[in-house]
């Protein structure tokens, strides 16, 4: 008997593996990238999650597929910022329902908590997300199988029900007996949650797909710097320390120039290659602005390698009007 784990690295999902594994059933534990995870690297937490419960670990990528179907259009709408979490939920649970088929797996789990959050986790939602995901009877939630119907594992007999748990609500004092019970040890996951439910990450979004079409290339770009929209609707990204630089110079993004001051330590940038000559010189402008550079010296900023001259902008506050985060 196998099943298949929708696995966030969290301690619940860790939990819910664990609970299915104490019953003699082999899981494989996926994660589904959407490409809005945490920016801070799970893989290694995720690992060792799975390694302490003894599930083997997939990442599925579905960064295209999640563009194509689910963050421009949810039928079920937004949470509060720009997370469709019914349609991601129920987009995830198809997705984990494919991998079952590949894999020969018979049934779903997923660390979900009843009543834990909200909007997404209520009982209504999550019967949306089974209609959507064709997935009705096929997944099972560990942690709160007990206030649900039974699911087609415990039905046949897979599993047993009565060792599964029936939390609900926010507390979390059953997860961390159950964490302590079985020896899970760092289970604290590194990093914030999915970008989306980010209120700043959410106006970035809103912003840059009424000037352009949004695509997977377009992710790691919104993920770190300075975001600026200019006069003339060129998008302008700048570093703010020396990781952030790193990490921006390393994009490989045809859509956009790599800006770097010229002969006075600044930030890394990228601007949109459509931008106007306006917004060009504004760009080089607002770069040199967060240098030391002074309005008398004589600077340059470099477009993919080719110089222009430039001077800052009088202060900081000049850039308020450009900038989105
Ligand atoms: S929080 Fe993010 S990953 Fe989670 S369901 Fe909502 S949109 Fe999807």
């Known amino acids: 008997m196998k099943a298949i784990a929708l696995f966030s690295g969290g301690l619940d999902s860790t939990l819910a593996v664990k609970l299915i594994k104490n019953q003699g059933i082999d899981v494989v534990a996926i994660n589904i990238n959407t490409g809005f995870g945490s920016t801070k690297d799970r893989l290694t937490h995720m690992k060792s999650m799975c390694e302490q419960v003894g599930a083997e ?83 099972l939630r560990p942690l709160s199988a007990k206030r649900l119907a039974p699911t087609i594992a415990e039905e046949k007999g897979w599993v047993d029900r009565e060792k599964l748990e029936g939390i609900f609500g926010r507390n979390r004092e059953r997860q961390m007996e159950l964490a302590c019970e079985f020896g899970l040890k760092d289970f604290e996951s590194p990093g914030g949650g999915c970008l989306l439910t980010d209120e700043n990450f959410s106006k970035k979004m809103v912003d840059f797909i009424k000037y352009d079409t949004f695509e997977v290339r377009d992710i790691p770009v919104m993920k770190f710097g300075r975001h600026l929209r200019l006069a003339e609707g060129a998008k302008l990204v700048v570093g703010r320390n020396q990781e952030e630089n790193a990490y921006l110079q390393a994009i490989e993004n045809d859509k956009y120039y790599h800006l770097d001051t010229v002969g006075i330590s600044g930030p890394h940038g990228l601007l949109s290659k459509s931008a106007t000559q306006a917004d060009k010189e504004l760009a080089a402008k607002i770069m040199l602005t967060y240098t030391k550079a002074t309005q008398e010296g004589d600077y340059a900023i470099s477009f993919d390698g080719a110089e222009h001259k430039s001077t800052p902008l009088a202060n900081r506050d000049a850039l308020k009007p450009y900038t989105l985060s």
């Open 57 to 139: 670990l997939k990442i599925i990528d579905i960064q295209n597929e999640y563009l194509q179907d689910v963050l421009f259009d949810p039928k079920h709408g937004y949470g509060k910022n720009f997370n469709p979490c019914i349609d991601c939920h129920a987009k995830m649970f198809a997705v984990a329902k494919r991998v079952m088929e590949a894999e020969g797996a018979s049934f779903l789990i997923s660390g979900e908590v009843l009543g834990q959050r909200p909007m997404s986790q209520n009982k209504d939602a999550l019967q949306k997300v089974l209609d959507e995901s064709n997935c009705e009877g096929l997944l």
